[in-house]
């Protein structure tokens, strides 16, 4: 399930991201979306790279230096996005929110810092911007915060923002979500 989650928003990404584009991987995670980032960019480009286990950052980095990419990572909550970028700079802000692939389940996200990280996020997008939500609520993780970030997406202004939320209509177990978020210019 992972991999069509995963593959379904990447191909929103590699829609909208072009070379010399600044973006940020808010959950690093295993380096997939960081990759794909750093790739569309390009050399002209800037990636940001965060998630708040080292483990996490150094899987990242083994990948990115196997595809000779460079990205900027940094071990810090997704919350503080702000600090290391301006408002309306960024092209494209990617999440997955849950726990880290073959990693600790007890270090996942959570629902009031997710929901601030969206928040910061959203600011930091320039107008025409997009950010990619996958949220993973089965298992072991997430049922509130799946539904605090619903929660928040919906009452997004609808002037200033597009939220498109899918789903897995016909699968059981609790499915991830997909969702895409454009800033209106």
């Known amino acids: 399930m992972e991999d069509q989650i995963t593959s379904y928003i990447q191909r929103f990404v590699r829609e909208h991201v072009k070379a010399g584009d600044f973006c940020i991987d808010a959950t690093a995670g295993n380096g997939k979306d960081t990759l794909l980032l750093c790739q569309l960019a390009g050399k002209s480009g800037r990636v940001l790279g965060f998630d708040i286990q080292m483990l996490a950052l150094e899987r990242t980095r083994k990948l990115l230096d196997c595809y000779q990419c460079k990205a900027e990572l940094i071990l810090e909550s997704h919350v503080k996005m702000g600090d290391y970028a301006k ?61 605090a970030l619903l929660s928040y997406l919906k009452i997004l202004d609808e002037k200033r923002y597009l939220v498109i939320l899918s789903c897995y209509y016909n699968r059981g177990n609790h499915p991830p979500i997909p969702i895409v978020i454009k800033k209106l210019r």
């Open 87 to 147: 408002e309306d700079s960024v092209d494209c802000i990617m999440f997955n929110f849950g726990y880290l692939p073959r990693g600790d389940h007890k270090i996942c996200t959570k629902p009031e810092s997710s929901v601030a990280a969206v928040e910061a996020g959203l600011s930091l997008l320039k107008p025409g911007g997009m950010m990619t939500l996958c949220i993973y609520s089965g298992r072991d993780s997430g049922f509130e915060e799946r539904d």
